[in-house]
């Protein structure tokens, strides 16, 4: 089934909400869930140390200088990184101060030098003790980690194909150089990125698409999507017997996706074509790989890795506009779970065992989180606008309705 995203118009909301007051970012212990935009602070997640879950609380956010946009955030997803940095186990980053997770948005405009109050806008951040992240009802954001949504766009489907689209798009079609005709392998196809990868080459003209993952029930879901074979991984197999299946369903692969690294990547490589490209995003499946010198060489292959918190918005504008497009336009399918930002642990857990679907938080339903219960269902869009802080009022009915999803 795919998206309803000509939601028709789009009023954003006024600007006029009042600006917190206070010096740094400070954690308090209030877990009250009442007003969140006031002088007692902004609601928000919070990890308290290295392997904890984020529970709920408030942080004085600084007041917005030059450079900077106020963002009241109606959609940020869960990636991922976000649980691998808040384990103190990343190579790139580990806080012992709490701090506020969450690395990407969509979000509405409150006050920018740039962008104009009521703006809807995609933007990303590099959370730490200093500087809280996404998973709050408000944040400020750097003025060049912030690109406008096209008009008309679902804020949460745009919103899940952030990190996720562009760490699928930009390996395949921009590293990899993905040309028509091409067969494709993906390791690890079942999650959000793999799915979204299996879609990008199918529409980008791959000749073949084959994906590989654990699950043999989401692995059939992909057939669906474009995949024109899917290969399960089974405990315990080896790289001989698993490189052996792998070449029976594709034949010679001439780009590899791979997000698994270990024994996965090491049989890939031996059904690699003569310069295969060979692009890895993430090692689920293992720190190393044995590439023996002769086949990397004999096959002159291509060996490179992607890292998406390392690209900066600019670059990943074009990936961007592509996936929005396609949103908009229908051509992708996007499995998404909202849930508002006073059930993050529940979406931690689920993210933590591989959920196959883009979990995404929903900050402006944490008040009505405290007098409701919580509704953890699958579906495309959302069928109700996400609330805004009550001191923004909109100028008029924003319509971001959609149809539930198929899979």
């Known amino acids: 089934m795919h998206p309803q995203n000509d939601v028709g118009r789009r009023t954003a909301p006024a600007a006029g909400a009042e600006l917190p007051n206070g ?28 392997g904890s879950e ?19 955030v109606v959609a940020a997803p869960l990636n991922p990184l976000d649980l691998v940095i808040a384990s103190g186990t990343f190579h790139s980053a580990r806080h012992e101060s709490p701090y506020v997770p969450g690395s990407e948005c969509v979000g509405v405009v409150l006050d920018s030098d740039r962008h104009p109050p009521g703006s809807w806008v995609y933007g990303e951040c590099h959370a730490s003790p200093t500087t809280p992240g996404t998973f709050a009802t ?41 040309r028509p005709g091409e067969t494709v392998l993906v390791l690890g196809a079942t999650g959000a990125v793999g799915q979204l990868a ?27 999507l474009g995949a024109d074979a899917v290969v399960d991984l089974r405990a315990g197999e080896g790289g001989e017997e698993l490189a052996a299946r792998l070449l029976e369903a594709s034949g010679p692969v001439d ?29 689920p499946a293992g720190t190393t790989v044995q590439v023996p010198a002769g086949l990397l060489r004999g096959k002159q292959l291509t060996l490179s890795g992607f890292a998406g918190l ?46 196959h679907a ?21 579906h495309m869009t959302v069928t109700d606008r996400p609330q805004l802080p009550h001191s923004v009022p909109t100028t008029g009915p924003d319509s971001l309705g959609g149809e539930e999803p198929g899979a």
Not at 59 to 66: A, D, E, F, K, Q
Not at 142 to 155: E, F, I, K, S, T
Request: include cysteine; hydrophobic fraction near 45%; charge should be neutral.
């Open 198 to 224: 299996v879609q990008v080459a199918h529409r980008s003209g791959a000749g073949r698409v084959i994906g590989v993952a654990r699950d043999r029930v989401a692995l059939d879901g992909l057939l669906t």
């Open 54 to 72: 984020p529970r709920l609380g408030r942080v004085v956010l600084p007041p917005r200088t030059p450079g900077t946009t106020w963002v009241a």
């Open 138 to 178: 408000q944040v400020l954001i750097q003025d060049d980690d912030l690109l406008l949504l096209p008009h008309g766009l679902d804020p949460v489907l745009a919103a899940a194909v952030g990190n996720s689209g562009t760490a699928a798009f930009m390996p395949l079609v921009e590293d990899a150089g993905l």
């Open 255 to 283: 780009v590899v996706l791979d997000g698994l690294y270990g024994v996965p990547l090491e049989a890939a490589l031996q059904v690699c074509a003569p310069r295969a490209r060979v692009v890895n995003i993430g090692n």
């Open 310 to 355: 390392h690209t900066p918005l600019r670059d990943k504008h074009a990936a961007l506009t592509w996936l929005w497009t396609a949103l908009t336009d229908g051509e992708l399918r996007v499995q998404v779970r909202t849930f508002p930002l006073e059930e993050l642990p529940s979406a931690w857990r689920a993210q933590a065992v591989s959920p």
């Open 358 to 378: 883009k979990c995404v938080v929903l900050p402006q339903d944490a008040r009505r989180a405290r007098t409701t219960t919580p509704k953890q269902t699958e």
């Open 23 to 50: 010096q740094g970012t400070k954690a308090t212990g209030s877990a009250s869930c009442g007003s969140a935009d006031t002088r007692e602070g902004t609601l928000a997640a919070i990890v308290d140390a290295p």
